[in-house]
């Protein structure tokens, strides 16, 4: 069984600044993948990184970067300078690497993240 | 590629009443999955299908939940004699696998369910 983790239920960033959301996961599987969705109050999911367990590099995707360290099980996600528009929640999920099974997503409860102008 | 399509973005029903949704996945994505969301919760898995196999089904989904993927393109989902507790959010995601290669995990709009 695969677990994820967000300890944060909301943060308060200032515009412009950097905000690390937290994630921890546990699973059995030898391989997996990470994942980080933004929702923002229209209710869809967003896809912003992607990272894969056997992956030697962290992830970066523009602003957005995954800071994965397998050993401890976690991995954050950093957005740097902050905009306005980041305000929305944010999930951490993660999946089994599995060609021929079933590569459901187990999601965290979420961070609400509120940028302040 | 207009990416993953879901209809319609709200319904609100009688409790009682059967409900179903719709989902246009990417084309040429060949796996489809059904997530539920209720408020302040992460989704959580419902079944997927490979093509037009179904292949898993989570024990969230009680036998008043059935859904079908013809012809392993778009998917629906039923539910039958709706309750309150069936109110949340309904998100289809779509995803290609090939080669041993997973590619993409795109999410809908999902389709807000309210059941009064």
């Known amino acids: 069984a695969q677990k994820i983790t967000q300890t944060q239920p909301g943060m308060f960033v200032q515009e412009k600044e950097a905000v690390t959301l937290d994630c921890t996961y546990d699973?059995?599987?030898?391989?997996?993948?990470l994942f980080w969705y933004k929702q923002p109050s229209s209710g869809e999911m967003i896809f912003l990184i992607y990272?894969?367990?056997?992956?030697?590099q962290n992830a970066t995707e523009g602003r957005y970067s995954l800071n994965f360290q397998k050993a401890r099980k976690s991995a954050n996600l950093v957005i740097s300078a902050s905009q306005l528009g980041d305000s929305a929640m944010y999930f951490c999920a993660m999946r089994p690497q599995s060609n021929f099974g079933n590569e459901k997503l187990t999601f965290g409860t979420g961070t609400r993240l509120t940028i302040i102008p | 590629d207009t990416g993953v399509s879901q209809d319609p973005r709200h319904k609100i029903t009688k409790r009682g009443q059967n409900v179903t949704f719709r989902c246009d996945p990417i084309?040429?994505?060949?796996?489809l999955y059904w997530y539920r969301q209720t408020l302040g919760q992460g989704p959580e898995f419902l079944t997927y299908?490979?093509?037009?196999?179904?292949?898993?089904k989570s024990r969230l989904l009680s036998d008043r939940f059935s859904a079908e993927r013809p012809k392993g393109s778009f998917s629906t989902l039923e539910i039958q004699r709706t309750e309150q507790g069936d109110s949340a959010m309904y998100l289809c995601?779509?995803?290609?696998?090939?080669?041993?290669?997973?590619?993409?995990?795109?999410f809908g709009s999902g389709t807000r369910l309210t059941v009064v």
């Open positions: 990272q894969g367990s056997y992956d030697q």
């Open positions: 995601a779509s995803s290609l696998s090939y080669a041993g290669q997973s590619y993409g995990y795109t």
């Open positions: 699973t059995s599987d030898p391989s997996y993948g």
């Open positions: 084309s040429e994505h060949n796996r």
């Open positions: 299908f490979q093509n037009e196999a179904q292949l898993e």
